[in-house]
């Protein structure tokens, strides 16, 4: 699991917070998905 509070994944998704590279890999690391998933806007 990460160590975020369910109101900041909510602010960063929204664009109102910014997320480190090292919380990006361990969002996506909990998630079970590449890095680049969550950040590829296709």
Known sequence: ??????EY???IERG???VS???LFEI???L???CCDL????
Do not use: C, E, P, Q
Request: no cysteine.
């Open 1 to 6: 699991m990460v160590d975020l509070s369910r």
């Open 28 to 30: 996506a690391k909990a």
């Open 32 to 34: 079970n998905v590449g």
């Open 9 to 11: 994944i909510a602010d």
């Open 21 to 23: 590279l090292n919380k």
């Open 39 to 42: 950040i590829n806007f296709k």
């Open 16 to 18: 109102h917070k910014k």
